[in-house]
Each structure stands twice: as structure tokens, then as C-alpha cells.
């Protein structure tokens, strides 16, 4: 089991920058895939970002491609989500996640293929 905690969400002005973390525990951080969604009210839980075991390969959803990176540090059992030139159709709540199967090369933009989720942190951004 690996459990993650996220933190970091917030209000921000739309243009605005924001930084959110996912602290993991559980399982060998480092060997898994680990991605972001998103929710917003009344609407599916939607893709952002993801990264591959080692932070060699990054995937982004197009609506955030330039505006948001997605590092990791495998010795701190983390993954970040940086956010910059929010908009005002990026209100939601942000989950952090984690691929169950080690060592893949292949990153995944469908809920179905993660396993382990975090509680979610709200980002808010004024307009």
C-alpha cells in the first residue's frame, strides 16, 4: 500500500503561480509512475500531468502543456505540481496518484490505470 498526502492548494489570482507537493509513503517511491488530476464541481476527474519512475519522461494534459511542470524527488518520496499562469478554468481539486505497477515506461492518462490516491487539495483561483 502507499499512502500519499498533498499539500499546497490555495487561493491565487488568475495568473498567478502555485506549487503543490505530494508526500508518499508505504512503497518504494521511486519504482512507480506517479501522476496529478483534477476535479472540478459536476465535472469527471480529469488528467493533468504525469512522470515516469526515474523523472526521465513527463506527460501533460494540453490544456496545462507550458504552463504547469510535474518534477519528482525520488529521496524525499515526493512529487510536485508547479503550477504558473493559472487560469480561471484550473479550479479544482488537485489529486496526486500512483501507478501500481513498477518500473513502467509508459505513462497513463486514464483514472483506471492508478491505484493509489490521495486525499486532494483545492486550488482556488480569482479572477
Known amino acids: 500500500q502507499m499512502q500519499l498526502v498533498e499539500s499546497g492548494g490555495g487561493l491565487v489570482q488568475a495568473g498567478g503561480s502555485l506549487s503543490l507537493s505530494c508526500v508518499t509513503s508505504g512503497l518504494a517511491f521511486s519504482n512507480y509512475a506517479m501522476g496529478w488530476f483534477r476535479q472540478a464541481p459536476g465535472k469527471e476527474r480529469e488528467f493533468v500531468a504525469a512522470i515516469n519512475w526515474h523523472g526521465g519522461s513527463t506527460l501533460y494534459a494540453d490544456s496545462v502543456k507550458g504552463r504547469f511542470t510535474i518534477p519528482r524527488d525520488n529521496a524525499k518520496n515526493t512529487v510536485y505540481l508547479q503550477m504558473k499562469s493559472l487560469k480561471p478554468e484550473d479550479p479544482a481539486v488537485y489529486y496526486c496518484?500512483?501507478?501500481?505497477?513498477?518500473?513502467?515506461?509508459?505513462?497513463?492518462?486514464?483514472?483506471?490505470?492508478?491505484?493509489?490516491w490521495g486525499q486532494g487539495t483545492q486550488v482556488t483561483v480569482s479572477s
Open positions: 496518484t500512483a501507478d501500481p505497477r513498477p518500473y513502467v515506461h509508459a505513462l497513463e492518462v486514464l483514472t483506471t490505470r492508478y491505484h493509489y
